[in-house]
T-cell receptor, first 115, second 112 residues
Framework: GAGVSQSPSNKVTEKGKDVELRCDPISGHTALYWYRQSLGQGLEFLIYFQGNSAPDKSGLPSDRFSAERTGGSVSTLTIQRTQQEDSAVYLC?????????????FGEGSRLTVL | GNSVTQMEGPVTLSEEAFLTINCTYTATGYPSLFWYVQYPGEGLQLLLKATKADDKGSNKGFEATYRKETTSFHLEKGSVQVSDSAVYFCALNSGGYQKVTFGTGTKLQVIP
């Protein structure tokens, strides 16, 4: 597609349920990133993919969070047994080659609300 | 570790006023510096960047100069418009890949 696509755009769930958030990056972009944006906070890095591998998972806040990327394209972020503190906007970004001087292209985010 | 500190908002300006949003950073090595902007209802997008000391990034009338001596990358615009109302994020990257560190964002509101 023309840009980074994320779904769902909004998700309301009950505490304890599992959720999956999907990211479809720009075609041909090898690098993919997940960030979390909470109210009044900056963007918190979660995980980075280069191709299908994740060389840096250091930002995942707990073992309830996991992510995968298949075919060097679509990525899914899964949150198990959601907690209220997981409520945030989850942003996905992609870049052409992952070089540190380059531009990140962001999706519009998935807003997660845990009741 | 790396960190970015930017002025808290919201910042409210009248149209045609001069804008400065301060940004300072802490980083190892020689980071690349960025300003991203998030317009209402849209995703973040790159506004400008500078990849080495004394470089000036510019776009859409906005400018920022990479000042290594003061570890700063302040965003400026000479005459803001209502359409500039958005949240502005300062960011840096000093890694071998794009683990970009973002500031908390500064909301700008421009009133006619």
């Amino acid at each position: 597609g023309a840009g980074v696509s994320q779904s769902p755009s909004n998700k309301v769930t009950e505490k304890g349920k599992d959720v999956e958030l999907r990211c479809d990056p720009i075609s041909g972009h090898t690098a993919l990133y997940w960030y979390r944006q909470s109210l009044g906070q900056g963007l918190e890095f979660l995980i980075y993919f280069q191709g299908n591998s994740a060389p840096d998972k250091s930002g995942l806040p707990s073992d309830r969070f996991s992510a995968e990327r298949t075919g060097g394209s679509v990525s899914t972020l899964t949150i198990q047994r959601t907690q209220q503190e997981d409520s945030a906007v989850y942003l996905c970004a992609s870049s052409l080659d992952g070089l540190y001087t380059g531009e990140l292209f962001f999706g519009e985010g998935s807003r997660l609300t845990v009741l | 570790g790396n960190s970015v500190t930017q002025m808290e908002g919201p910042v409210t300006l009248s149209e045609e006023a001069f804008l400065t949003i301060n940004c300072t950073y802490t980083a190892t090595g020689y980071p690349s510096l960025f300003w991203y902007v998030q317009y209402p209802g849209e995703g973040l997008q790159l506004l400008l960047k500078a990849t080495k000391a004394d470089d000036k990034g510019s776009n859409k009338g906005f400018e920022a100069t990479y000042r290594k001596e003061t570890t700063s990358f302040h965003l400026e615009k000479g005459s803001v418009q209502v359409s500039d109302s958005a949240v502005y994020f300062c960011a840096l990257n000093s890694g071998g890949y794009q683990k970009v560190t973002f500031g908390t964002g500064t909301k700008l509101q421009v009133i006619p």
